[in-house]
Nanobody, 114 residues
Framework: VQLQACGGGLVQAGESLKLSCVASRSIFSINYIGWYRQAPGKQREFVAR???????YVVDSVKGRFTISRDGVKNTVYLQMNGLNPDDTGVYYC?????????WGQGTLVTVSS
């Protein structure tokens, strides 16, 4: 699976961004599509994911601010990020898990200024 992530940028604290991850095949054929992030000097961490059946999960640290959704027609998974703060700064990666592959997009940079 090839993934193309976009939507990052420079915003001020409190503002919002919406990331997009476009998959090269039907997202309904992918077990999980999710978002990870890597802050400067830190390890990559899981943020959110959506199952092919539609169930979604968001980690507690961003719950209430981040929402993951999808558009099956566009083969796209979104990460809506509201109330951003400087701790959300990092490179955000899209990930796709199937029965036989674990694929990563190129990452999109999110920078939140205080």
């Amino acid at each position: 699976v090839q993934l193309q992530a976009c939507g990052g940028g420079l915003v001020q604290a409190g503002e919002s961004l919406k990331l997009s991850c476009v998959a090269s095949r039907s997202i309904f054929s992918i077990n999980y599509i999710g978002w990870y992030r890597q802050a400067p000097g830190k390890q990559r961490e899981f943020v959110a994911r959506v199952h092919s059946g539609g169930s979604a999960y968001v980690v507690d640290s961003v719950k209430g601010r981040f929402t993951i959704s999808r558009d099956g027609v566009k083969n796209t998974v979104y990460l809506q990020m509201n109330g951003l703060n400087p701790d959300d700064t990092g490179v955000y990666y899209c990930n796709a898990l199937t029965g036989t592959s674990d694929s990563w997009g190129q990452g999109t940079l999110v920078t939140v200024s205080s």
